[in-house]
């Protein structure tokens, strides 16, 4: 591949990346042994470059800075992108690109914890979308069809079909698992070695291991080393851990297609009592579902860890438990549980925001109007809300959603309307309903407010393996039956 063509434009840019990754996907995919070398050239070429600082340019995290104190927006201003991509492969060429530490923020959690996230500086987060877009399209030959996490045009939503699939055919029992501080514990030596089995390019492999070393700088402003793990917030690291973590795929795959992969076997299984399983898995969270018995279920436990030992990952003993779907449990902020369909004897599977989704949206509400907003213009608070509630609503859209819609919307416009007359302390309440309101209903400046009660509960097109991804129409892999 010639990679010293001259800069393109933008969609010129666009257009030789996806030409050379669907290339780069087709032969990963034809030879599974396949190692790929050369492959630095790319992450140096112009057009790879130049895609990466658009998505960059263009993410949401643009506007936070590294520890350089640069942000996408003050390198445009200062620098220009042009002169800013050249210098930056010319040391990538020169081999004298070097990381820096990444900027630690914590982000607490609903359970009083907080996460690590780690942001690098731009020029970092435009070389990892460059090698991101070389290695993606290679690994993604490899993933198994059960992972949805960090993948092209697999979503949630995607995971959480594949679970009512399975849990409407017999699969009862349900492992709910979640691995112990999975991206700051992967082993960096046993992460790379999956890395080496499709990369023979000794230059990536320094590379991509240079960003695992490159230490964070506290929020104290002192300097840690990182020794294991893959800091959250870097724009690679959700493909090296699904690079990690695609060995339990493999690991289950294997174990259905030698075991279970026909009606027959799968019979067979569950006449001796053995059981038989199926996984889904997003990011570090993931389900097994099990036709058989609790035992079944559990025995698996060891068997995961096994698994995941090799990589210096463990299973969450507070997180990890195994479930009837009778009882329910909750995955990716859906509820899902198997009831009686009302008025007859049938049982079905149903999913529905959590208690805890439901809570953490409420509670977001209840922050945004507190007196201390009070100032903020309504028409501004009447549009923060509707982003809040436009966003959560779309996500949980495809479960049974409706009555829990209906019941933030009335929580909503009590909040509002609280939060209006703190604002108006001395006006009386009819001015303020003649004011903000038509009909009960809150329209400021002849916009109305959006109400999560008015986005359509539809059912989700399941997909199964046959989900498509950039570099080819559809692929067909596995097979979903029961």
């Known amino acids: 591949m010639n990679t010293d063509a001259p800069w393109p434009?933008?969609?010129?840019?666009?257009?030789?990346?996806?030409?050379?990754?669907?290339?780069l996907h087709r032969w990963a995919g034809e030879n599974a042994t396949r190692r790929f070398d050369d492959l630095y050239n790319l992450v140096c070429d112009p057009a790879f470059l130049l895609t990466a600082w658009r998505r960059v340019r263009g993410n949401r995290g643009a506007r936070s800075a590294g520890v350089d104190n640069e942000s996408a927006r003050s390198i445009e201003t200062r620098q220009g992108p042009e002169a800013f991509l050249r210098e930056l492969r010319e040391q990538l060429k020169r081999r004298t690109f070097r990381p820096r530490p990444v900027r630690e923020r914590k982000i607490p959690k609903s359970d009083g914890r907080t996460r690590r996230l780690g942001i690098p500086t731009v020029a970092d987060r435009v070389v990892q979308a460059a090698v991101k877009l070389v290695l993606e399209p290679i690994f993604e030959a490899d993933f198994q069809p059960c992972s949805y996490g960090f993948r092209p045009k697999r979503r949630a939503q995607?995971?959480?079909?594949?679970?009512?699939?399975?849990?409407?055919?017999?699969?009862?029992?349900?492992?709910?698992?979640?691995?112990?501080?999975?991206?700051?514990?992967?082993?960096?030596?046993?992460?790379?070695?999956?890395?080496a089995r499709r990369v023979g390019d000794r230059r990536v492999w320094t590379l991509v291991k240079s960003f695992l070393k490159a230490g964070v700088l506290t929020e104290l402003g002192e300097r840690e080393a990182t020794y294991t793990g893959t800091p959250q917030g870097g724009i690679l690291s959700p493909l090296l851990a699904n690079i990690a973590l695609s060995v339990l795929d493999e690991h289950f795959a294997h174990t259905w297609q030698t075991t279970m992969s026909t009606a027959m076997r799968r019979q067979t299984r569950r006449q001796k009592g053995l059981g038989t399983w199926r996984i889904v898995r997003y990011a570090d969270d993931f389900v097994i579902m099990v036709a058989g018995s609790?035992?079944?279920?559990?025995?698996?436990?060891?068997?995961?860890?096994?698994?995941?030992?090799?990589?210096?990952?463990?299973?969450?003993?507070?997180?990890?438990?195994?479930?009837?779907?009778?009882?329910?449990?909750?995955?990716?902020?859906?509820?899902?549980?198997?009831?009686?369909?009302?008025?007859?004897?049938?049982?079905?599977?149903?999913?529905?925001?959590?208690?805890?989704?439901?809570?953490?949206?409420r509670a977001r509400i209840r922050g945004l109007t507190g007196r201390s907003t009070t100032s903020m213009p309504p028409w501004l608070m009447m549009s923060r809300i509707g982003a809040i509630l436009r966003g959560w609503s779309h996500y949980f859209r495809h479960g049974v959603s409706k009555a829990c819609f209906s019941s933030l919307d009335t929580f909503v416009w009590r909040r509002f309307t609280?939060?209006?007359?703190?604002?108006?302390?001395?006006?009386?309440?009819?001015?303020?309903?003649?004011?903000?309101?038509?009909?009960?209903?809150?329209?400021?400046n002849g916009r109305e407010m959006f109400y999560a009660a008015s986005v359509p509960v539809t059912r989700y097109r399941y997909r199964g393996a046959r989900i498509p991804n950039p570099w080819m129409p559809v692929i067909v892999a596995g097979d979903s039956s029961a």
């Open 158 to 195: 995607d995971a959480i079909a594949d679970i009512h699939f399975f849990t409407s055919r017999s699969y009862e029992w349900i492992v709910e698992a979640d691995i112990e501080a999975c991206f700051d514990r992967i082993d960096h030596t046993a992460l790379m070695s999956r890395v």
């Open 294 to 361: 609790r035992a079944n279920a559990a025995a698996l436990l060891p068997e995961v860890a096994e698994v995941l030992a090799p990589l210096g990952l463990s299973l969450s003993a507070q997180k990890t438990k195994v479930v009837h779907v009778d009882e329910g449990f909750d995955f990716l902020g859906f509820h899902i549980r198997r009831r009686t369909k009302r008025g007859t004897a049938k049982r079905h599977t149903y999913t529905y925001p959590s208690r805890k989704s439901v809570q953490s949206v």
């Open 418 to 444: 609280r939060w209006l007359r703190k604002r108006h302390l001395h006006v009386p309440w009819r001015d303020l309903k003649r004011k903000y309101m038509n009909r009960w209903r809150i329209v400021i």
């Open 9 to 23: 434009s933008v969609d010129d840019a666009e257009v030789r990346v996806l030409e050379i990754q669907t290339k």
